[in-house]
């Protein structure tokens, strides 16, 4: 099973909808989680963390169920600007005992007019 | 603002060539990394540091090196290029790693594209 999974998309909607975006992590002892927005040749940037049960920011919602080991970030009324790519980062333990961010391969969202 | 800079966006490269990527962060940050990203592979570590003069082996960390002299410094250095190399290198710096907190956030330098020709 991959460490971090995500649906890779694309996913395509019309401005003004509503889209949500799952995330899928192995490690069930992993402590942080993050949803880094990526646009078309930059650097990723942090959009959400997310260190309990949610945290909403805006039209932005990210959400964590521990007992799934799932995360989910969810954007309301989209706006063209929010096409990107959507990182989802879970930060575990690894083999050698220090912790490492680990990143799905993103989810790309077009937002249409 | 946290800034992460990298000294080139873009590089050309030739097979064979030592080749250094510099990274620098002005906000104190313990701990240091280095990733590579490819279409359809996402973003793989390639080697962090937790501290000056410390570092350790991310996923990939076979054909490279990497050396931290000073805490807002690491580089890393590709010790003979090859072509499978060519890949856009993305710094990241956080202030802490471990637990559920603010500090494992980490922010980015705008990447380095290298092509190794």
């Known amino acids: 099973r991959k460490e971090v999974e995500q649906d890779p998309g694309p996913f395509n909607v019309p401005e003004g909808a509503t889209v949500a975006f799952n995330c899928t992590y192995s490690?069930?002892?992993?402590?942080?989680f993050f949803w880094y927005r990526q646009d078309c040749r930059k650097e990723p940037k942090l959009l959400m963390s997310?260190?309990?049960s949610g945290n909403e920011d805006g039209r932005f919602t990210a959400q964590l169920n521990r007992a799934s080991q799932y995360i989910s970030l969810l954007i309301r009324d989209s706006k063209l600007s929010d096409s990107a790519t959507y990182l989802c980062?879970?930060?575990?333990?690894?083999?050698?005992?220090?912790?490492?961010?680990?990143f799905g391969k993103g989810t790309k969202l077009s937002v249409i007019p | 603002d946290v800034k992460v800079t990298q000294s080139s966006r873009y590089l050309v490269k030739r097979t064979g060539e030592k080749v250094f990527l510099e990274c620098v962060q002005d906000m104190d940050h313990e701990n240091m990394f280095w990733y590579r990203q490819d279409p359809g592979l996402g973003l793989r570590l390639i080697y962090f540091?937790?501290?000056?003069?410390?570092?350790e082996k991310g996923d990939i960390p076979e054909g490279y090196s990497v050396s931290r002299e000073k805490k807002e410094r690491f580089s890393l250095i590709l010790e003979s290029a090859s072509t499978n190399q060519t890949s856009m290198y993305l710094c990241?710096?956080?202030?802490?790693?471990?637990?559920?907190?603010?500090?494992?956030?980490?922010?980015f330098g705008q990447g380095t594209r290298l092509t190794v020709v």
């Open positions: 490690n069930s002892a992993s402590q942080s």
């Open positions: 980062v879970v930060n575990s333990r690894s083999g050698a005992g220090s912790y490492q961010l680990t």
């Open positions: 540091s937790y501290d000056v003069k410390m570092k």
């Open positions: 997310v260190y309990s």
């Open positions: 990241a710096s956080s202030l802490g790693t471990g637990g559920a907190s603010k500090d494992t956030e980490a922010f």
